[in-house]
């Protein structure tokens, strides 16, 4: 996230599709605004198949700054309170994947009920730049499905939205918000079992494998992604990310959340595939990520300008102020010890990278050198993993490398 004074919010890092619907819902009046949109579809939230809603933001009136020593933000759009089609995640997008949206995204949303009078929710920050992306000029970033996009962010079950974007500038052209419904027919998950010898490592300094819930474990549509893989170098370094989706979430639902990550990343950003290559939810389960083998060094679009070499590993939930639980935090070192291990590198160690865009912290074509697990922050300008997350991992390296035999 590039940290913008205007900005109105926090910063932060950043399911199956089978058919893109776009469509719009009936304008509120002004009893609806204040919480008492009536719902005009019987049916339930959640879908059997999974689906996107995009709606296009209309103008809106000024919105007044929460700072009274400035101006409102005159260039402001979004939409009133509606009903919707069902949906458990949304974010905002906007037609060109290089512009940046330097201003507040705001969203508040009803939850699900049959009745269609649930509760509507506070308003909540959308991160307005979702700095986990591909590298400038790759196909995904630059292909004709390519989008800017915030961070998205789990509601649960919902069926009604409010949206308010304001800066002091311009605004992207074509915005929209994207309603995500993961579906309901996920398989039932069953975490696997790591390997029953957990002895440490012999000299080669290789770490055990963990269990890992594969794609077909959280229920990805496959055929929704770019069918071939893109493999870079040998992985020398984790970059640790948080999903910034929130922590409202139960470990039951990671699946469903999963896939509406996916589903966002690949229909909504344009890209290729989920962004990370690993997943790691409160419970301490590991999930796959990108496709492609999770032994193989599958290029991700994670860490913009360092995404060769490197791995992406994102726990689930958002950490700016929440501290991660201890499963989580253990489930995190042991896919970077193993991943990192696959090639002998040292997870307790250092490597140096060379920058692939002038968007990151270093200059295209800079070296740095890294802790061989590093925050997200470390290598572009964002909050990403959030405090909380980031001061554990000194604590995370040292975990690794004692999995991996080396202290």
Same mark, same amino acid.
């Given at each position: 996230?590039?940290?913008?004074?205007?900005?109105?919010?926090?910063?932060?890092?950043?399911?199956? $599709?089978?058919?893109?619907?776009?469509?719009?819902?009936?304008?509120?009046?002004?009893?609806?605004?204040?919480?008492?949109? *009536?719902?005009?579809?019987?049916?339930?939230?959640?879908?059997?198949?999974?689906?996107?809603?995009?709606?296009?933001?209309?103008?809106?009136?000024?919105?007044?700054?929460?700072?009274?020593?400035?101006?409102?933000?005159?260039?402001?759009?979004?939409?009133?309170?509606?009903?919707?089609?069902?949906?458990?995640?949304?974010?905002?997008?906007?037609?060109?994947?290089?512009?940046?949206?330097? &201003?507040?995204?705001?969203?508040?949303?009803?939850?699900?009920?049959?009745?269609?009078?649930?509760?509507?929710?506070?308003?909540?920050?959308?991160?307005?730049?979702? #700095?986990? !992306?591909?590298?400038?000029?790759?196909?995904?970033?630059?292909?004709?499905?390519?989008?800017?996009?915030?961070?998205? =962010?789990?509601?649960?079950?919902?069926?009604?939205? #409010?949206?308010?974007?304001?800066?002091?500038?311009?605004?992207?052209?074509?915005?929209?918000?994207? $309603?995500?419904? /993961?579906?309901?027919?996920?398989?039932?998950?069953?975490?696997?079992?790591?390997?029953?010898?957990?002895?440490?490592?012999?000299?080669?300094?290789?770490?055990?494998?963990?269990?890992?819930?594969?794609?077909?474990?959280?229920?990805?549509?496959?055929?929704?992604?770019?069918?071939?893989?893109?493999?870079?170098?040998?992985?020398?370094?984790?970059?640790?990310?948080?999903?910034?989706?929130?922590?409202?979430?139960?470990?039951?639902?990671?699946?469903?959340?999963?896939?509406?990550?996916?589903?966002?990343?690949?229909?909504?950003?344009?890209? !290729?595939?989920?962004?990370?290559?690993? =997943?790691?939810?409160?419970? +301490?389960?590991?999930? #796959? %990520?990108?496709?492609?083998?999770?032994? *193989?060094?599958?290029?991700?679009?994670?860490?913009? +300008?360092?995404?060769?070499?490197?791995?992406?590993?994102?726990?689930?939930?958002?950490?700016?102020?929440?501290? /991660?639980? @201890?499963?989580? =935090?253990?489930?995190?070192?042991?896919?970077?010890?193993?991943?990192? &291990? $696959?090639?002998?590198?040292?997870?307790?160690?250092?490597?140096?990278?060379?920058?692939?865009?002038? +968007?990151? !912290?270093?200059? @295209?074509?800079?070296?740095?050198?890294?802790?061989?697990?590093?925050?997200?922050?470390?290598?572009?300008?964002?909050?990403?993993?959030?405090?909380?997350?980031?001061?554990?991992?000194?604590?995370?390296?040292?975990?690794?490398?004692?999995?991996? %035999?080396?202290?």
């Amino acid at each position: 996230m590039r940290i913008s004074p205007i900005s109105l919010i926090g910063t932060g890092c950043a399911a199956a $599709l089978l058919l893109q619907a776009t469509g719009s819902g009936p304008t509120a009046t002004a009893a609806d605004a204040a919480g008492a949109v *009536r719902r005009t579809d019987p049916g339930i939230a959640a879908s059997s198949a999974p689906r996107t809603t995009s709606l296009a933001l209309e103008a809106l009136a000024p919105i007044p700054r929460t700072d009274r020593s400035a101006g409102p933000l005159t260039a402001t759009r979004g939409l009133a309170a509606r009903a919707t089609a069902g949906y458990s995640l949304l974010g905002v997008s906007w037609d060109d994947p290089a512009a940046t949206l330097d &201003g507040s995204v705001q969203v508040r949303t009803r939850a699900a009920d049959r009745s269609g009078h649930g509760a509507w929710s506070d308003w909540r920050a959308l991160a307005a730049d979702d #700095e986990d !992306r591909p590298d400038a000029g790759s196909a995904e970033q630059a292909g004709p499905r390519a989008r800017g996009a915030t961070a998205p =962010l789990w509601v649960g079950p919902s069926d009604g939205v #409010e949206v308010r974007a304001g800066a002091a500038g311009a605004l992207p052209a074509g915005l929209r918000v994207e $309603l995500v419904d /993961p579906g309901t027919d996920g398989p039932a998950v069953a975490v696997p079992q790591a390997p029953q010898a957990r002895a440490l490592p012999s000299a080669d300094y290789g770490a055990p494998r963990p269990g890992i819930v594969t794609r077909a474990g959280w229920g990805a549509d496959e055929s929704i992604r770019e069918p071939d893989f893109v493999y870079t170098g040998t992985v020398k370094e984790v970059f640790v990310h948080h999903t910034d989706t929130g922590n409202d979430y139960t470990c039951a639902d990671s699946p469903k959340l999963i896939r509406a990550i996916y589903q966002y990343h690949v229909q909504s950003n344009g890209w !290729r595939d989920i962004g990370y290559n690993f =997943l790691v939810d409160k419970c +301490g389960t590991i999930y #796959e %990520g990108r496709a492609g083998g999770v032994d *193989r060094p599958v290029l991700g679009a994670h860490t913009l +300008g360092f995404n060769t070499d490197s791995s992406g590993v994102a726990a689930l939930g958002t950490f700016d102020s929440d501290q /991660p639980v @201890k499963a989580q =935090l253990d489930g995190i070192a042991e896919i970077a010890a193993w991943k990192l &291990g $696959l090639t002998g590198q040292d997870a307790g160690s250092t490597v140096t990278l060379v920058s692939a865009s002038d +968007g990151s !912290r270093y200059p @295209k074509g800079t070296a740095h050198t890294f802790n061989t697990i590093s925050g997200h922050r470390d290598a572009f300008a964002t909050d990403c993993p959030g405090d909380d997350l980031y001061g554990h991992l000194a604590d995370l390296r040292a975990e690794a490398s004692h999995l991996q %035999g080396r202290q």
